[in-house]
């Protein structure tokens, strides 16, 4: 089963507002969809959001952190074109979670799938839909920062380019800070003031914090 959509595509329909998707679940103009979906309530905090096939048959329906029902978060249930569950289990932050139970279009059970989000968690992207930023600024400015801050703790004018590498962790913490290339020399002082650049704003994918690993060239 494909995940739920992680973009949205709507239209306005009256008072109902529609997401249309592709025949796997993905953002679709609305003449070339296969499904639509949407908002049907709230449960507490949660968006509840149903998925209809284009002549109306409910495909799915589960609850979403966001109102744009991008991440699927909670209990899901999915439908064979017949009208029997096809799958039900839980979200959690967007990806499956738990127990999944299968059924074939007649109702007989199929082989349970288990999924495990942990793995996931610490997943470090090289790009992520928002990419971490610098506190005080643009790229410019965070190699303008180490730079001074590299000149003023040697005294002395520094010359060449240092690569520099890091992880924006999910709360703006650095981590793995490394030069990996540059000359031996000054490594441990630019490493130390990128560390000192911390916290940063943390990337993000689907709306939520991720991990993202940085590689910075700094030129002196």
């Given at each position: ?9 709507y ?19 609305k ?77 007989e ?21 928002t ?12 190699v ?56 940063w ?20």
């Open positions: 089963m494909a995940p739920l959509a992680s973009m949205s595509s239209a306005q329909g009256g008072d109902e507002q529609r997401q249309y998707l592709s025949d796997v679940l993905a953002p679709a103009a003449k070339k969809a296969a499904y639509y979906r949407e908002q049907s309530g709230k449960e507490g905090e949660l968006f509840v959001g149903k998925t209809f096939t284009i002549e109306g048959k409910l495909k799915a329906e589960g609850t979403y952190l966001d109102a744009s029902m991008s991440l699927p978060h909670g209990s899901f249930t999915y439908y064979h074109p017949n009208g029997r569950v096809e799958s039900k289990g839980d979200y959690i932050n967007g990806n499956k979670a738990g127990i999944w139970l299968r059924y074939d279009a007649w109702g059970p199929l082989a349970e799938k288990i999924y495990n989000p942990e793995p996931l968690a610490n997943i470090v992207y090289t790009r992520a839909q990419m971490p930023h610098y506190k005080e600024g643009d790229q410019r400015a965070f303008r920062h180490i730079k001074s801050k590299v000149e003023a703790e040697s005294n002395r004018k520094v010359k060449g380019t240092y690569t520099t590498t890091f992880i924006v962790e999910k709360d703006g913490s650095l981590s793995e800070v490394k030069v990996i290339e540059g000359q031996d020399e000054f490594d441990e002082s630019v490493a130390g003031a990128v560390k000192s650049t911390e916290p704003k943390p990337g993000a994918d689907k709306g939520q914090p991720v991990r993202v690993q940085m590689r910075v060239p700094v030129q002196f």
